[in-house]
């Protein structure tokens, strides 16, 4: 073997190596900044999140903020996807109830308490807090991963018998979010008085999607 292969072989086994620890870096690099905006909203609110507050934050020149995410949008949309995994472990985390109606009242009650743990992300996700940020379709699919127990809920009651077949999956899930959106959203906009007053039309609104959808309600 040549002096020129000896020397061709040893560059490949080290650049493979660089090219690898320098992404690990700049993906890593990439956690902390996301971390860094997401104490920023959770301690300030969506307004707070400006790529100039995230680089002060950070410590670290904007320049290095625009070349890891281009612009404040994709900023948010690494925020959104961390909130669809914080939605999703408050869904994972529900009791189970071996009446779906019941189980059905636990997840909403689980939806509730997301908007209020984590009431920045409930309104960068769906109250508009970014008025530029539009969630594309891998933030979409965050959010239908997030909601899966209620899927699979639904699913099963279906084959139960237990939902009407008028409706099929993804209107009830429709039903289902726009109804108890449209409470949290009134009381964030201060419509609804204090949160004990929101909360009882918010178990109101739920208890009535629930008792129209099951048959055999007895919750």
Not at 44 to 69: D, H, Q, W
Not at 186 to 200: E, I, K, R, T
Not at 208 to 218: G, K
Request: glycine residues 8%.
């Amino acid at each position: 073997m040549s002096g020129q292969d000896i020397s061709s072989n040893v560059n490949s086994r080290v650049l493979k190596p660089y090219q690898e620890a320098r992404l690990q870096n700049t993906e890593n690099l990439r956690k902390l900044v996301v971390e860094a905006a997401a104490t920023l909203l959770q301690e300030e609110g969506p307004e707070a999140v400006t790529v100039r507050k995230v680089s002060e934050r950070m410590g670290c020149s904007t320049k290095i903020i625009y070349s890891l995410f281009v612009n404040k949008e994709g900023l948010a949309q690494q925020l959104y996807l961390d909130g669809c995994k914080l939605l999703a472990n408050e869904f994972e985390g529900t009791p189970q109830d071996a009446d779906p109606a019941q189980h059905f009242l636990n997840l909403g009650e689980a939806y509730w308490q997301f908007g209020q743990r984590y009431s920045s992300y409930y309104k960068l996700m769906f109250g508009g807090a970014f008025a530029d940020f539009k969630p594309d379709e891998g933030s979409l699919n965050g959010t239908v991963t997030a909601m899966r127990q209620l899927l699979t809920l639904i699913n099963n009651a279906q084959k139960q018998g237990r939902i009407p077949d008028q409706y099929d999956t993804e209107s009830v899930i429709r039903i289902f979010w726009a109804s108890l959106h449209g409470v949290i959203h009134l009381y964030m906009g201060g419509h609804l008085g204090d949160v004990q007053s929101a909360h009882a039309v918010y178990k109101q609104t739920l208890s009535l999607i629930a008792s129209s959808l099951f048959s055999d309600h007895n919750a």
